[in-house]
C-alpha cells in the first residue's frame, strides 16, 4: 500500500475512532449500573490494545499504513467483543440492553451527518461509513437487490466470529448489535425507511 495517506485511510480510522466512542458509551453505561467496570476495561485493554485518538497523520506508521490499520480495527473489535460478553455473562447485563444502546448511538450518528437519500443504497453506504466491515478489499458484502424502495444485500464472510470466539462470546450477539445500530441509523436519517433482517440472514433497507 501507498505510503501516503488518502481519504481512504481516514474513512477507516473514522469508523475506528467511532467505535471507540461507543464502546465508552457501553463502560459508561456498566458504571451507572454499579458495574465495577474500570477494572473489566483495564484487564481487556491490557490485553487487546488502547484507544489513540490522535490525528491519524501523527501515529500511523507511515512504512506499513495496512496493516497499522488492520492492527487498529482489530483491537477494537476484540474489545467490543471482550467487554459485551463479560457484561452479559458475568454482570447479568442482558443483549436488550446494549442494544439499546447501539441504537441510541445509531440516531446519534444520524444527527451529525447530512445524507442525500434519493434510494434505500444511499443509506447503505452510509451505515458502512461508521460500520466497521473489515478492509475495503474484504468485499464481504454482496448486493441481491438494488432498486427505488429496496437494496438488500448478504453477507458472504463473518470477520468479526473470530474475535468473538477467541473470548469465548457468541458471534450472533455482534449482529444483534449491529442490526440495532442500523435500525437506529436509518430511521434517524429518514423516517420514510426502515432496517429488516430476513429469517435467512438477508439484510435490507427498506422505503415505505
Known amino acids: 500500500m501507498s505510503a501516503f495517506l488518502g481519504r481512504i485511510h481516514y474513512w477507516l480510522y473514522n469508523k475506528v475512532l467511532w467505535h471507540e466512542e461507543l464502546l465508552e458509551e457501553i463502560m459508561s453505561y456498566a458504571i451507572s449500573k454499579g458495574i ?8 481487556i485493554y491490557e490485553k487487546y490494545g488502547y484507544p489513540d485518538n490522535k490525528p491519524l497523520e501523527e501515529i500511523i506508521d507511515h512504512g506499513n499504513i495496512h496493516g497499522w490499520l488492520q492492527s ?6 476484540y474489545r467490543i467483543a471482550a467487554v459485551v460478553t463479560g457484561l452479559i455473562n458475568k454482570h447479568q447485563v442482558t443483549i436488550g440492553e446494549i442494544s439499546e444502546l447501539y441504537k ?4 446519534r450518528a444520524a444527527d451529525l451527518v447530512d445524507v442525500e437519500v434519493t434510494a434505500p443504497r444511499d443509506l447503505f453506504t452510509a451505515v458502512f461509513d ?3 466491515a473489515g478492509m475495503p478489499c474484504d468485499r464481504v458484502h454482496e448486493t441481491v437487490m438494488d432498486s427505488e424502495t429496496e437494496f438488500t444485500w448478504q453477507t458472504t464472510a463473518c470477520l468479526h466470529k473470530e474475535y468473538w470466539d477467541a473470548i469465548g462470546g457468541d458471534v450472533n450477539n455482534y449482529y444483534l448489535l449491529q442490526d440495532a445500530w442500523i435500525s437506529g441509523f436509518v430511521k434517524g436519517i429518514d423516517s420514510n425507511y426502515s432496517f429488516v433482517r ?6 435490507s433497507i427498506r422505503k415505505g
Do not use: R
Open 72 to 77: 487498529k480495527i482489530q483491537s477494537v473489535e
Open 198 to 203: 430476513s429469517a435467512s440472514g438477508l439484510s
Open 36 to 43: 465495577p467496570a474500570e477494572e473489566m476495561k483495564s484487564s
Open 130 to 132: 461508521f460500520m466497521l
Open 104 to 107: 441510541h448511538n445509531g440516531t
